[in-house]
């Protein structure tokens, strides 16, 4: 069993987008600048946020955190969010998400500047992704992808299955599963809750991707031996021994699936922190384009 060390290959990443950010100021250019809206005080995503930010100040970026009042108008972030589009010294930027109840996220997402949407989550970019068009592409499944090229896992012909149809993480990757491209070219099944007997095809896939928030939801008698298993589950589970008062859990039910499994990500170190350098790709990427 090979585990696909995502904190190692996302801290390689992060040399590699530093060396460029240097070439760029070595040539007079403009540092890259990511900004980040946040509204309200979600514990969670304050974390999330926080860390994509310290993750800024590694590479060599500018970053700049817009936080904002949990009770502030639709109106208000749209003005705060067309200020951002007219800020020609910020390259990309991401609107955390969940938004509060009052606000529309759909109507967010939509009035975020395609050229400035490094969380690729505008449709513009979405689209674009599912004719395999060079675009900003969602940074998670974009993370998975990164993973399994840079460990050079066959993907062509295989028979992948992805659990979860979310727009961020499921229905992407499924996508990029089935592109015509390498990695890629897989046969590729989506299963949801309204899926009857999902074991029934994990029991046949040669990859599975699970991304639905459900801790240890996928059990060893679920899958045939020397499968790979992608593990994008992230839930906080109560715990007293843990400094912060919680742990966190993947929807894969590690310790028995790992011995039949030939590659495998751990929970936390895997997922997670490759969407935070992809994040970041995709903000250099925006510079560049710029
Ligand atoms: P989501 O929007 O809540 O979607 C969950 C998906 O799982 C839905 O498609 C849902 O089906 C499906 N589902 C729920 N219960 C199921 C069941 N019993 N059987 C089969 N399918 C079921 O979640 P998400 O945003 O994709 O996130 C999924 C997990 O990944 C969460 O733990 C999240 O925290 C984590 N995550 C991690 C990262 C990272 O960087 N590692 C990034 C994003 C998300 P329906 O569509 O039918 O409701």
Do not use: W
Not at 186 to 208: G, Y
């Amino acid at each position: 069993m090979v585990l696909l060390d995502g904190k190692f290959i996302s801290e390689k990443i992060k040399e590699e987008i530093k060396i460029e950010v240097q070439n760029i100021k070595n040539r007079g250019g403009r540092t890259p600048h990511l900004a980040a809206v946040l509204v309200g005080n979600d514990g969670a995503s304050l974390t999330y946020v926080g860390s994509k930010v310290r993750s800024c100040e590694k590479v060599g970026f500018e970053s700049t955190l817009i936080h904002l009042d949990e009770n502030i108008s639709e109106d208000n972030l749209i003005s705060e969010i067309n200020k951002l589009n007219d800020n020609d010294q910020i390259d990309g930027y991401i609107v955390q998400l969940p938004l509060p109840k009052h606000i529309n996220e759909e109507k967010i997402l939509m009035m975020v500047n395609p050229k400035k949407d490094v969380d690729g989550f505008h449709p513009f970019n979405f689209g674009k992704m599912a004719q395999n068009m060079d675009s900003f592409i969602p940074a998670t499944p974009q993370g998975i992808i990164e993973l399994i090229d840079r460990y050079d896992i066959d993907t062509e012909g295989k028979n992948t299955v992805v659990i979860g149809r979310s727009n961020i993480v499921g229905r992407p990757i499924s996508i990029l599963m089935s592109n015509k491209s390498k990695p890629g070219n897989s046969t590729v099944t989506l299963v949801h809750s309204r899926t009857p007997d999902i074991p029934s095809f994990t029991k046949k896939a040669d990859i599975i991707i699970v991304a639905l928030g459900i801790p240890n939801f996928l059990k060893s008698d679920m899958i045939k031996q020397g499968s790979v298993v992608i593990d994008v589950g992230i839930t906080r589970v109560a715990d007293k021994t843990k400094n912060k008062g919680y742990r966190i859990v993947g929807d894969v039910d590690f310790e028995s699936v790992k011995t039949k499994v030939s590659y495998i990500t751990p929970v936390p170190g895997g997922v997670g922190p490759m969407t935070i350098a992809m994040l970041l790709k995709n903000t250099l990427k925006a510079r560049i384009n710029n």
